[in-house]
C-alpha cells in the first residue's frame, strides 16, 4: 500500500528521487505497510517500526530499526554514530547500488520482518550508564530544584541531555550547554520538545 505522503515527498525530493524510488519499489515487494514519520518514508509492520528510507548529503540510507540484532551476511549495516544503540543503515551513493543488491536488501527486510514479528528488543543501556558530566553534577548542586527537575524527566530525555552534555570536548562549553537547557529542564520539558 503506497502512501500519499510518501508520494508527496518523493515528488518533492531534489536528491535521491530515483534511489528512494528504487528501495521503495524493494519494500513494497514485503509485507510491510508504508507510513510516513520524522518527515521520512517509514515502513512498520503491526505499527511498529522495522525500515526508514532517509537521505543525507552524500548518501542515502535504509534504517532498520532493530539493525543491532539483525544478522549482517554481507556486513553491510552500519552503526550512524557511536551514540545510536539500535538503529543501523544500509548506505548507497547512486541507484547502481541499489539494483546491484536488490536480491541482499530483500533478504535484510525480510530478516527485519521476522526479528520484529519474533517479538524481540534491543537491550538499551540505562541511564546511570550513561556520562554524567561533572559541570552537571556542580549545576545541581547549585541548584537542588535542578536535579529534582532532572530526576524526574522520562529516561530519554535525561540521556538526550547527557549526550548532549558530555559530547562537548571542553568544559566551557559543557557548561554553556547546561546554563542554557537549565529552564529546559525545570519546566519539565526534553532537549527537543
Same mark, same amino acid.
Given at each position: 500500500?503506497?502512501?500519499?505522503?510518501?508520494?508527496?515527498?518523493?515528488?518533492?525530493?531534489?536528491?535521491?528521487? @530515483?534511489?528512494?524510488? @528504487?528501495? *521503495?519499489?524493494?519494500? @513494497? =515487494?514485503?509485507?510491510? #505497510?508504508? =507510513?510516513?514519520?520524522? +518527515?521520512? $518514508?517509514?515502513?512498520? %509492520?503491526?505499527?511498529?517500526?522495522?525500515?526508514?528510507?532517509? +537521505?543525507?548529503? /552524500?548518501?542515502?540510507? &535504509?534504517?532498520?530499526?532493530?539493525?543491532?540484532?539483525?544478522?549482517?551476511?554481507?556486513?553491510? %549495516?552500519?552503526?550512524?554514530?557511536?551514540?545510536?544503540?539500535?538503529?543501523?543503515?544500509? *548506505?548507497? *551513493?547512486?541507484?547502481?547500488?541499489?539494483?546491484?543488491?536488490?536480491?541482499?536488501?530483500?533478504?535484510?527486510?525480510? =530478516?527485519?520482518?521476522? &526479528?520484529?514479528?519474533?517479538?524481540?528488543?534491543?537491550?538499551?543501556?540505562?541511564?546511570?550508564?550513561?556520562?554524567? $558530566?561533572? #559541570?552537571?553534577?556542580?549545576?545541581?548542586? =547549585?541548584? $537542588?530544584? %535542578?536535579?529534582?527537575?532532572? /530526576? /524526574?524527566?522520562? $529516561?530519554?530525555?535525561?540521556?538526550?541531555? %547527557?549526550?548532549?552534555?558530555?559530547?562537548?570536548?571542553?568544559?566551557?562549553?559543557?557548561?554553556?550547554?547546561? #546554563?542554557?537547557?537549565?529552564?529546559?529542564?525545570?519546566?519539565?520539558? +526534553?532537549?527537543?520538545?
Amino acid at each position: 500500500m503506497s502512501s500519499d505522503k510518501v508520494d508527496a515527498f518523493l515528488g518533492r525530493a531534489k536528491n535521491w528521487r @530515483a534511489e528512494f524510488e @528504487a528501495l *521503495r519499489a524493494i519494500i @513494497a =515487494d514485503s509485507e510491510l #505497510e508504508e =507510513d510516513f514519520k520524522w +518527515g521520512q $518514508p517509514c515502513y512498520t %509492520l503491526d505499527g511498529h517500526n522495522v525500515v526508514l528510507m532517509h +537521505g543525507f548529503k /552524500e548518501y542515502c540510507a &535504509l534504517l532498520f530499526f532493530k539493525g543491532a540484532l539483525m544478522k549482517d551476511p554481507k556486513n553491510l %549495516l552500519i552503526q550512524q554514530t557511536e551514540n545510536v544503540q539500535a538503529a543501523r543503515q544500509i *548506505r548507497f *551513493r547512486e541507484l547502481a547500488d541499489i539494483t546491484r543488491q536488490e536480491k541482499v536488501l530483500k533478504s535484510y527486510i525480510k =530478516d527485519a520482518i521476522a &526479528l520484529e514479528k519474533s517479538g524481540a528488543k534491543v537491550e538499551m543501556k540505562k541511564t546511570a550508564e550513561f556520562s554524567f $558530566p561533572e #559541570e552537571l553534577e556542580y549545576a545541581m548542586d =547549585d541548584k $537542588p530544584a %535542578l536535579r529534582t527537575a532532572f /530526576e /524526574e524527566l522520562t $529516561p530519554g530525555r535525561q540521556r538526550a541531555y %547527557l549526550l548532549h552534555f558530555s559530547s562537548a570536548k571542553q568544559a566551557k562549553t559543557r557548561i554553556a550547554r547546561i #546554563e542554557k537547557c537549565t529552564q529546559r529542564i525545570l519546566d519539565g520539558k +526534553g532537549l527537543d520538545d
